[in-house]
Nanobody, 114 residues
């Protein structure tokens, strides 16, 4: 059963912007603490941003001030708006609950060229 479908990735130049989206098919989405993670080859998947059921966002220092996470509980989506992108943001991006409770989706690839 597919639980997360991520989309919106692509190739962008440094300084550019992208908006990626995740459609979630999980129970109690509106109560879930959702998050975006990213992974590069050979590295562990890392937390990028999160948003709780009260719509309070949190960001890791490397993306704070550049990324904006949002959610729509009716559409069951979690979006990540990424601005002023840097080559080090290049990764496959995934969504899940912050506790990684569900199987991972296929992710969406973001590539930032210098």
């Amino acid at each position: 059963q597919v639980q997360f479908v991520e989309s919106g990735g692509g190739l962008v130049q440094a300084g550019g912007s992208l908006r990626i989206s995740c459609v979630a098919s999980i129970n109690n989405f509106d109560w879930s603490y959702m998050a975006w993670f990213r992974q590069t080859p050979g590295q562990e998947r890392e937390l990028v941003a999160s948003i709780n059921s009260g719509n309070t966002p949190a960001y890791v220092p490397s993306v704070k001030g550049r990324f904006i996470i949002s959610r729509d509980d009716v559409k069951r989506t979690v979006d990540l708006e990424m601005n002023n992108l840097k080559p080090e943001d290049t990764a496959a991006y995934y969504c899940n609950t912050i506790d990684k409770e569900y199987f991972w989706g296929r992710g969406t690839q973001v590539t930032v060229s210098s």
